[in-house]
C-alpha cells in the first residue's frame, strides 16, 4: 500500500523522536479541533456581531470594547493551544515509552498476519480450512454502500472526522457507562480497533488503552482514511477462524462480501463487537439480535428506510451448514498436520491438494455409523475406524472414530493396537520366500515353546493342514510352527520391508501379532498384495502451495520398490483369497467381485480387525475400545467384516470387475476325503454302468 504521508530519512534517536512527533502532530490536528469544539470554541475567531446586540449583551468598557473582547477570546484559545500542546508533548513522551516499535516501513497487510491452511480434495474442491482465514482482498468501493454504512454506524460514525481518537466518542460512552453501571458502550475508534488487532493483545488494561490511542494516532499519520478503512475490512476478525468481511461472507452466507443483502450485510457489521459470541455459526438466535441492533443504527442515521429494515429483520440470512462435526473433522486435522510436517517453513496462507475422495469418505461415514449400533455397543464394541488407499497408495478415507464432536482422537493413525492374526501375511511372506508353498503340510497339535504353549481360538486341533487351510481358519500353531523354521528375524524384516513403521521385535509371540501397529501402517503394508509385490508409499497430500501459486512440496509418483517377487505376490493373493472364499472372512465376501484379506482378534477380544483388498482398493477396519475393555466375542469375522463388506461394495460402484492372480479355490486335507469319496463314488457308478446287457464289462 502506498504510502500518503512523508518518509523520513534519518537515523539514530533524533531522527525517530522527530519521525514520532511529526506523526504525532499530524494525527492529532484533528483531535485537537474535537477537543476546541467539545467545550464550546471554535478555531475561528467569532464573526462580529451587530453594534446593537453588542452594546445589549456587554457592559460598556473603556476604549474600544471589540478589541478588548478579541484580546480575550484570543487569550482563552491561546491557553487551551497551549494546553493542548502541553498534553500532545507528553502523550509524545508516552508514545515513545509506551508504543509498540513500528518500522517506517511496516506493511499492515501482513504484519502479525496468522496463516491458514486450506484443505482441498482429490478434485480441488475446498472442504476445511485450518488457522485464520483470510479471503480475497476488496476494497470498500467494490462494496454494497449498505455494508458500508452497516459498519460505520455501529464502529465509528464519525470516522471520515476524528485524527484516530475520537474525543467525543469517548466521552459519550464514559457518560453512557457510568450512566449504566455498566460497559454498555464502547469509545474506540475503527483505527483504533485495527491497531489492537494488528499490534496489540486483547487485555483490557489501561495501559493497553493508552497504547492503542497512540498507535491509532501513528495509522492516522501514515495512512489515509479510505486506506485504513480498507485495512480494517480485510483483517478484522469476525469469529469461526474469518478474517476480513470477505472470509466471513464466503463462510456464513456461501457468497462474496461484493453480493451481501442488507440482512446479510446488518449481521456482518455486528459481529466485530464479540465475534465469538455472535458467530451465526455457533449463535444464530444471538447474531440476529445483534443485526437488529446495527439495523436500529442504520436507521438512526437515516441511512436506510423503515421499510427495507422490517424487510431485513422478517428474512434473516440463511447460513451455510459446515462439516466441522463430521468424520472428516478427523481427515482434516491429520492433513493439517502432514502439511505443517512437509512445509515447515511455509509463510502465509497454504493451499493443502489432499488425495481424499469426498465420495469415498461419505461412504467410509455411512459404513462406520450403520454398523455402530446399539446392539454393537451392547456387545462392548464402542469404536470404529477405517482407512481406505487406492493401488497407488493415495488415501482416499479416513474415518477416525464413532463421532468426531465427541471425540478428536484419531484411532486410525493415533492410537497403536496389538493386529492379533491380522499380522500372519507377513509370516507366510516370509515362509514363501523360504521355499514354502500354500500346499505345505503342517500338523496342527499342542506345542512348546519354551513353556509358551499358544492355543487355537476354537478348541481342539484339526491335525494335519496345508499352509493354505492354515491361514484361512487362522490356525494358530501352524502360524507359530511356520514362523519358528523360517526365523522370528525373517517375519520380522517382511514386515518392515512390506510397509509397518512401527517396532517388531522378533519374540516368539510374534506370529500371532503381539506388536503395537496403526491401522494407518497395518494397511498401508498390505498395499504389495494388490501390486503384485509394488510397494508405492502411502501419501495424503499431492501438493502444498501458497496463494499466489508458488510450489512448496509436490508428491513425486516415482517407480515403486519392488518388497515381493512376483511369484509370492501371487502365492499370498491364493492363501488371503481362501480367508475370503471359506475361512474367517467368509461375512466380507463381495460377491461376484474377487477380494482378498484377513480377519484380526486379540486377546480377551480387546481389538478385532479386517484389512483387505481388490486390485483398486485396499482397505482396514478396526473395532474395540480405547480402554482396552475387553468386547463380547466380536471377532475380524464380525463387526469389522460387515463394516468392511458395506464400504467396499459402495466404494466399488461404477469400478469394472478385476481379477486377482492367485484367486481360486486351494485343496486342503480336510477335502480330500470329499474328494476320495467322490471318485470311488464315480467308480463304483462306472462299474455298474451296462452295455448291451453285459455288466460285467469294465470288470476284470
Known sequence: MARNKKQYDRSGLSAV???????????????????????????????????????SKYPKLPGDGKAWRNLWGSLALAVVSLGFLGVAFVLGLAFIAMAPRVPDGADLWNVNRQAAIIVLDRNGEEIAARGARYGEHVEPAELPDHL???ILSTEDRRFYEH???????????????????TVVEGGSTITQQLAKNLFLSPRQTYERKAREALLALWIEGHYTKDEILSLYLNRIYLGAGAYGVESAAQTYFGKSARDVTL??????AGLPKAPSTYAPTQNPQG??????????????????????????????????????????????????????????????????????????????????????????????????????????????????????KESQFNRAVQAKRQPGSAFKPFVYVAAMEAGLTPQSRFIDQPIDIDGWKPTNYTPGYRGPVRIAEALAKSINTVAVQVTEQVGRGKVAEAAKRLGIKSDVPPHRSISLGAVDVTLEELVGAYIPFARHGLAPEPY???????????????????????????DVAEKMNHL??????????????????????????????????????????????????????????????????????????????????????????????????LLLNFYAEVSRGLNRVRRDGNERRFRR
Not at 175 to 181: D, F, M, V
Not at 263 to 268: K, P, R
Not at 307 to 330: C, H, K, M, W
Not at 609 to 635: C, K, L, R, S
Open 17 to 55: 523522536i522527530a519521525s514520532l512527533w511529526g506523526d504525532l502532530k499530524r494525527g492529532a490536528a484533528a483531535f485537537h479541533g474535537d477537543f476546541l469544539k467539545l467545550f464550546g470554541f471554535s478555531e475561528k475567531p467569532p464573526a462580529a456581531k451587530e453594534p446593537y446586540a453588542e452594546a
Open 148 to 150: 458500508i454504512k452497516a
Open 163 to 181: 485524527g484516530g481518537v475520537d474525543l467525543r466518542g469517548m466521552t459519550r460512552a464514559m457518560i453512557s457507562n457510568l450512566k449504566a453501571g
Open 263 to 268: 440482512a446479510e450485510a446488518a449481521m456482518l
Open 287 to 404: 447474531a440476529q439480535r445483534r443485526a437488529g441492533q446495527v439495523l436500529d443504527n442504520l436507521l438512526d442515521i437515516g441511512a436506510i428506510e423503515p421499510f427495507a429494515a422490517r424487510e431485513a429483520r422478517q428474512n434473516p440470512p440463511s447460513i451455510v451448514t459446515q462439516n466441522v462435526d463430521s468424520g472428516l473433522g478427523y481427515f482434516f486435522d491429520y492433513a493439517a498436520a502432514k502439511a505443517k510436517k512437509l512445509a515447515p517453513n511455509a509463510v502465509g496462507d497454504v493451499i493443502v491438494h489432499t488425495t481424499i475422495d469426498q465420495k469415498l469418505q461419505r461412504d467410509a461415514e455411512a459404513a462406520v455409523k450403520a454398523a455402530m449400533t446399539v446392539e454393537a455397543r451392547l456387545k462392548g464394541a464402542d469404536q470404529a475406524a477405517l482407512v481406505a488407499y487406492d493401488a497407488d497408495g493415495a488415501l482416499r478415507a479416513m474415518v477416525g472414530g464413532r463421532d468426531y
Open 540 to 566: 495424503a497430500i499431492e501438493k502444498i502451495e501458497t496463494r499466489d501459486g508458488e510450489m512448496i512440496f509436490e508428491h513425486e509418483n516415482g517407480e515403486p520398490p519392488r518388497v515381493m517377487t512376483d
Open 576 to 673: 488371503l483369497y481362501q480367508v475370503m472364499l471359506s475361512g474367517t472372512g467368509r461375512r466380507a465376501a463381495l460377491g461376484r467381485r474377487q477380494a482378498a484379506g484377513k480377519t484380526g482378534t486379540t486377546n480377551d477380544w480387546r481389538d478385532a480387525w479386517f484389512v483387505g483388498y481388490t486390485p483398486q482398493i485396499i482397505a482396514g477396519v478396526w473395532v474395540g475400545n480405547d480402554d482396552y475393555t475387553p468386547m463380547e466375542h466380536v471377532t475380524g469375522g464380525t463387526i469389522p467384516a460387515t463394516i468392511w463388506k458395506d464400504f467396499m461394495l459402495s466404494a466399488h460402484q461404477g469400478l469394472r470387475l478385476a481379477s486377482i492372480d492367485g484367486a481360486y479355490p486351494a485343496v486342503s486335507y480336510a477335502s480330500e476325503p
